[in-house]
């Protein structure tokens, strides 16, 4: 199954690589949904990644993603980002869409990467939108701070439910998903939209679908081929 994945991969003309929590999972960023470990197992996201939870709770969104930003940064690239690093220089016309929020493909070495979530490492005003430098303190504050230009509160710039992806990423997403013909999915429960949206939308047009994952997801019927196992040991498997 392998040896067939990389044989794709190999003739791709276009890749579309889309990346979830699962590929940060073996750097110790935990994902959202794996029932032991995940976010979600102790938070509400309902609560926390949207404006509502904001709203009502302004601290309490800000030191979880100040916990959050100081686990990503901490955090190594590992086996599964590098390997997609390195099938970007081998695969010209590869590309990825992460879902995630931590830099850690960057680090690794990718240069082409959309965020399809945003970023959290970086800040801006809830309000008027103006980008925000944090300050050391800011980090360990109980409150987030305030805009110096508007005083609306600052957060991070991610994408939270109920909001828009960046309409640059989503034009992006829909042209490469047209012209992919082979679009590689890893390490995403496929629960979230519009992202879980883009294997349907390339397999109908033509494109081989396949799946790293530790176990079956929402994406798994959808993939021509679905290899279990984790993203930092079939990663780099995929152009020996
Ligand atoms: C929007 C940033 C327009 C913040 C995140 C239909 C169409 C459009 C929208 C919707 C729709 N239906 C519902 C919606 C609304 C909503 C949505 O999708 N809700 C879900 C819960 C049903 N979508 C939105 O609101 C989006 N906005 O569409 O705007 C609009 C507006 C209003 C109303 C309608 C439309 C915005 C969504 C973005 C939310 N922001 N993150 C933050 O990070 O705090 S989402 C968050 O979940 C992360 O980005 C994360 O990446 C993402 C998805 O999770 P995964 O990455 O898949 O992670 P997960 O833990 O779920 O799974 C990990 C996987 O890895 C597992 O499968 C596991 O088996 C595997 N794994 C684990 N270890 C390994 C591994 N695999 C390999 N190796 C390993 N070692
Ligand atoms: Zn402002």
Redesign the pocket.
Known sequence: MIEQAARQLAAANHTFCLT????S??SGVP????ART?LWARFD?AQ??SQEGFATDPGRVWRW?MDRLAMAEAAIPNP?HRALARLEQLLPTFVLFT???DELHERAGSQRVYHL??C?ARFRCNDCGRLHELQPQERKAPLPPRCSWCGGWIRPD????????PPAVLDAAWQALERCDVMLV????????????FPQVAREAGARVIE????A?AITPVAHVSLRG???QLLPRLWE
């Open positions: 979830g929590a699962g590929v999972a073996e994902t959202f949904r794996d995940g996201p926390l990644a993603y599964g879902q995630n929020v979530h945003g959290l991610v994408v939270w439910f109920g909001e828009n992806l890893v390490g995403t429960s496929g629960e979230v939209y519009p992202a879980a949206l790293i994952n530790t176990q997801t984790t993203s930092g």
